[in-house]
């Protein structure tokens, strides 16, 4: 994968990254959100704020101050981890103006039956929910959902027509891969995700955390082929005879700092099920973190 981790700019500062386009980091750096969260402001005028993050003060002030003299008329959220949406209950107490997602945190699992409780913003309702392929627009800007579960079942993308773009969210980040963490993370759901922005004919993608795409079909593509190239680690350590996860980690991740190794067993578990959803594999017994792999 050929990542991106030049990135330019100054916390609580708004940077006009593109002609209708605003970005305002949060100081919430870290090993998931790189430098941290990047909250976009769309429009003049009349705008929408995409993923307002962290309940961070020092960023809703930064925000606020970025907003002055604009109408908010949309926050909308990409998904309800904890560096995207907490902020939207302050924002909307400050501006009076609706939020939009999907659903909240486990929604799309919840379609399936699936209840999803760990790792979310779980008090994030929002006021409207949006489908893919539903349309919202303000003053010269028209901003399309795209549903795109994977990283969360909640996950939506949101394209900006005028200028061709699209907010990522999580789902695609120019700096990692996404981290695809089982129950609510789902590595086919991804894995269609990512095939339904190959579809598209997109000239930019801006991701929640990390610099922009300008590749983006051939970016999305790459991801693609990153995950089969890591599904095939995985059925190769089984046949060395790893049947672990614990066991498959540090065989796969060679240079990773133990510390992820949690995390990564995630995501190899991720893999694992959409493995058992294709036959490929089986577990003796439970099919759990700790349950022992083969082939089937
Ligand atoms: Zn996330």
């Known amino acids: 994968m050929d990542f991106r981790t030049d990135l330019t700019f100054d916390y609580g500062t708004a940077d006009q990254v593109s002609p209708l386009i605003r970005r305002v980091i949060a100081q919430n750096p870290g090993p998931f959100t790189f430098t941290g969260t990047g909250t976009y402001i769309v429009g003049h005028g009349e705008v929408a704020v995409i993923d307002p993050g962290p309940a961070d003060?020092?960023?809703?002030?930064?925000?606020?101050?970025?907003l002055e003299g604009e109408t908010v008329s949309h926050i909308l959220i990409t998904h309800t981890h904890l560096d995207h949406s907490p902020a939207a209950a302050a924002l909307q107490n400050l501006t009076g103006a609706e939020t939009y997602g999907f659903g909240p945190h486990g929604a799309g699992k919840l379609m399936q039956g699936i209840v999803v409780e760990e790792g979310g913003d779980m008090d994030f309702v929002p006021d409207i929910k949006l489908k893919g392929g539903e349309t919202l627009s303000g003053d010269k800007w028209t901003l399309e959902a795209i549903y795109t579960p994977g990283h969360t079942?909640?996950?939506?993308?949101?394209?900006?027509k005028e200028e061709a773009a699209v907010f990522t969210g999580d789902h695609?980040?120019?700096?990692?891969?996404?981290?695809?963490?089982?129950?609510d993370?789902?590595?086919?759901?991804?894995?269609?995700s990512l095939a339904l922005l190959v579809q598209r004919?997109?000239?930019?993608?801006?991701?929640?955390?990390?610099?922009?795409?300008?590749?983006?079909?051939?970016?999305?593509?790459?991801?693609?082929?990153?995950?089969?190239?890591?599904e095939q680690d995985i059925l190769n350590a089984l046949k060395d005879?790893?049947?672990?996860?614990?066991?498959m980690v540090p065989a796969i991740y060679k240079d990773l700092d133990?510390?992820?190794?949690?995390?990564?067993?995630?995501?190899?578990?991720?893999?694992?099920?959409?493995?058992?959803?294709?036959?490929?594999?089986?577990?003796?017994?439970?099919?759990?973190?700790?349950?022992?792999f083969k082939l089937s």
């Open 258 to 292: 133990p510390s992820l190794y949690p995390a990564a067993g995630l995501s190899v578990f991720a893999h694992l099920i959409h493995l058992k959803e294709k036959n490929i594999i089986v577990s003796a017994g439970e099919f759990d973190m700790s349950a022992d």
């Open 185 to 192: 993370g789902d590595m086919s759901a991804y894995l269609n």
């Open 153 to 160: 079942s909640n996950h939506l993308c949101f394209a900006l």
């Open 57 to 66: 003060n020092d960023h809703i002030l930064a925000l606020m101050a970025a």
């Open 201 to 230: 004919d997109d000239a930019v993608y801006w991701p929640t955390h990390g610099p922009c795409i300008d590749t983006p079909k051939d970016f999305a593509s790459s991801l693609i082929a990153h995950r089969h190239a890591r």
């Open 172 to 183: 695609i980040m120019g700096w990692s891969t996404t981290v695809i963490a089982p129950p």
């Open 241 to 247: 005879g790893r049947s672990t996860i614990a066991e």
